[in-house]
């Protein structure tokens, strides 16, 4: 009981901040009467873009949000962007490259996690410096797989955030790979490779032995894959 109380709580905590910020409209559907806070039109650019709906975009205690944010409707590159609700101002995160996995919000600590061509990196909201730190370099056992091209379609990582899972696609053969970046050994864990698109993992929550991914090209199939 103490729980369901504590999180009702936090809910209205939420739901006051954003009620509160003069940077969201609130929206009540007609049907169900369930209230949403949307991101004012180009309150920061000129398309704004939650992240994508498999990965949290708001943290725990409701101070910040996570956006995607273009600049025009050319733009082919976009930026990763924080709102912090309580102070009501805006910061760009060094993680919005084009065509980038999507990042990975540790809701509880606001802690963003991305990959990119150096490894992985993190960045603390709260902190709210210009720089972030690499938690994880580029692995040397991962280049032995060839050149990939990218670490994964969004990131998962496990509960104790010692573990990523990935899914890849080699960029000169058919072919993907998917396993676990064991983060503190800076080591690849792999776990299988396919000759079909295998792709959108994510990692069990509970389990970090066991993650679901998406079967490329097939609607409707998807393949399990559990650690040998």
């Not at 899914?167 to 993907?176: F, T, V």
């Amino acid at each position: 009981m103490f729980v369901l109380v504590a999180a009702n709580v936090l809910a209205v905590v939420q739901a006051a901040r954003f009620e509160d910020s003069p940077l969201f409209v609130k929206r009540v559907d007609p049907y169900s009467d369930v209230v949403s806070y949307i991101l004012k039109p180009k309150a920061y650019a000129f398309s704004q873009q939650s992240i994508y709906f498999t990965n949290k975009s708001v943290t725990d205690d409701g101070r910040f949000l996570l956006f995607k944010a273009w600049d025009s409707p050319t733009a082919k590159t976009n930026r990763l962007v924080a709102v912090d609700i309580e102070k009501g101002t805006f910061k760009e995160i060094p993680a919005g490259k084009r065509n980038a996995p999507i990042p990975f919000l540790d809701t509880a600590k606001s802690l963003v996690y991305w990959f990119d061509e150096e490894g992985l990196h993190r960045y603390d909201l709260r902190a709210g410096k210009d720089e972030a730190e690499i938690v994880c370099p580029y692995p040397e056992n991962l280049a032995k797989e060839g050149p990939m091209r990218g670490y994964c379609t969004h990131l998962t990582l496990s509960a104790d955030r010692k573990k990523a899972f990935l899914d890849m696609r080699c960029r000169k053969e058919d072919r993907w790979v998917q396993g676990l970046l064991l983060i503190d050994e800076g080591r690849f864990e792999k776990w299988t490779e396919t000759d079909y698109e295998l792709a959108h993992g994510q990692i069990n929550p509970v389990d970090d032995r066991i993650a679901i991914c998406a079967r490329g090209g097939a609607p409707g199939r998807q393949g399990r894959r559990r650690c040998p």
